[in-house]
């Protein structure tokens, strides 16, 4: 299998799986598995356009924010949110913002949920 199409896969379970959490208000996951999808998403995308993939969040983060403005202030923007996971209980509107920007990405990349 390809990594192209890996990605693709493992996006779509992480966003599945974040349904399903978020469905039982299990925000925490449900955040943390949406940013996930976000981030696979992201690295899809950088390997669409540029040939590779990152090895690391510092990594996405610097080609993104150089080359793809829009989809780095999207990933600068959620970050903090998967960070706080570890340390804050979450809420439902956060997990719906970052579902309908897992969602955006989906669509840029013309991938099917």
Avoid: C, W
């Avoid at 299998?1 to 399903?20: H, T, V, W």
């Amino acid at each position: 299998m390809s990594i192209q199409k890996d990605l693709e896969e493992n996006a779509r379970e992480y966003f599945n799986n974040g349904l399903i959490t978020q469905n039982k208000k299990e925000y925490n996951s449900s955040v943390t598995l949406f940013f996930k999808s976000i981030s696979t998403l992201a690295d899809l995308f950088i390997l669409k356009n540029e040939g590779s993939f990152p090895s690391s969040h510092a990594e996405r983060f610097r080609i993104l924010e150089k080359n793809y403005k829009e989809i780095y202030e999207l990933i600068d923007k959620n970050f903090p949110y998967y960070q706080n996971t570890y340390r804050n209980k979450l809420n439902k509107e956060t997990s719906k913002m970052l579902e309908n920007d897992a969602r955006k990405l989906f669509k840029t990349l013309g991938i099917r949920i």
